[in-house]
């Protein structure tokens, strides 16, 4: 089993920029792809990008592609988010989870684990 504490929400403007964290703790960091969902309230909740375990290649939902960069810190057992040039239609809550399994990378469902989530709203 792993836990996942996301932090680094907060209130921007746009066209500013945050840093999210997933600190992982329990079972061995390396086991998992982490991944990046975000929820806005009345929306379904949608994939933003993930990290790959073995390769530590990454994927990008198309909405954040070259804005969005997320890495890892093995050392830390912490994956980032770095935001950029941030839009309001970014608001949202933020939540990391991880998955060990196979199955589609965007899909939800296929995550065991989930953290608590971190807010992020962008003022126009």
């Known amino acids: 089993q792993v836990q996942l504490v996301e932090s680094g929400g907060g209130l921007v403007q746009a066209g500013g920029s945050l840093r999210l964290s997933c600190a992982a703790s329990g079972r061995t960091f390396g086991s998992y792809d982490i991944g990046w969902f975000r929820q806005a309230p009345g929306k379904e909740r949608e994939f933003v990008a993930i990290i790959r375990r073995n390769s530590g290649s990454s994927l990008y939902a198309d909405s954040v592609k070259e804005r969005f960069t997320i890495s890892a810190d093995t050392a830390k057992s912490t994956v980032y988010l770095q935001m950029t040039s941030l839009k309001p239609e970014d608001t949202a809550t933020y939540y990391c989870?991880?998955?060990?399994?196979?199955?589609?990378?965007?899909?939800?469902?296929?995550?065991?684990?989930w953290g608590q989530g971190t807010q992020v709203t962008v003022s126009s």
């Open positions: 989870a991880a998955r060990q399994y196979g199955g589609s990378l965007t899909y939800a469902p296929t995550y065991e684990y």
